[in-house]
């Protein structure tokens, strides 16, 4: 510290080693208690990154994560504090606002799209029908239901994403066509319409031509299931050959008749 002395009546500044200047003290130091509280503060925020839990038991863990760091445990201080509640409440929340109406939404499609496939195999039947049998099979019982026809065919049919169409069913998947040439590789409503015309169970339901032939008058309509003949027009080849071609070369759909006058 430095200092004056009055020598033979001059000032003279003297330095003295050693010592620190009370002033120097206050303004440049501060007491040991405060340093020491600084130094416990500082050590107090860096264990609430660094802390060493091993060998710690957990009444001590907990008393560490509760008051130092100054979390909130599962099931302690409400459900606030509950990081696996708070998930499933979000979880719940989420699937009730996002996940369940795009659910709804998707399931209407789908229903619309079924829909729409059945709708195209019934008019299938329906067009299939239409060639072969009366009418009795084909008008439905009440407006908006399906007809007798479909009725019987429609639960024998699986719509094939494959092919994007309907077949008919079997114990392998789909049944093979008995024509493909005709028909495709499997069985399609067409031919199982045309299978049950052939059925002699339905033969009082299909729809009859009487036909004619050379100098018989008469001709042949379209798409007729059974041909009637009378045996004089049965015995002209060009007439039951033109029939026969009618009812897709199947004899069993020709029926003979003496003619009436």
Known sequence: MKTTV???????????PGVVAEADV???????EVVEQIVKDRLTQFARGHVKVE???EASKRKLATETLGLKLAGEGGTE?????????????????????????????KGEVEKLRRDQLRAAIRAAGARVFKDVLLTPPVAGASSPLETMLEPAHGFNETTRTWHV???EGF??????????VYKTPEEAVAELAKNP??????RVESQGGPNLGGGFGGGAAVVVLTSEQAGNKQTYDAALAKVGND???????DAQG
Not at 175 to 184: C, H, L, N, R
């Open 6 to 16: 009055q020598v033979e009546g001059k000032t003279i500044e003297v330095d003295i």
């Open 26 to 32: 206050a303004a440049k130091y501060m007491p040991k």
């Open 55 to 57: 060998g710690l038991d």
């Open 81 to 109: 504090g509950d990081i696996g509640k708070q998930i499933t409440q979000a979880k719940t929340q989420w699937a009730k606002e996002e996940l369940e109406p795009v659910l709804a939404r998707e399931q209407a499609h």
């Open 169 to 171: 069913k079997s114990a």
């Open 175 to 184: 049944a093979i066509s008995s024509d493909p040439s005709k028909y495709g």
């Open 201 to 206: 169970a339905y033969k009082d339901f299909l």
């Open 251 to 257: 004899p069993t759909r020709i029926r003979v008749a």
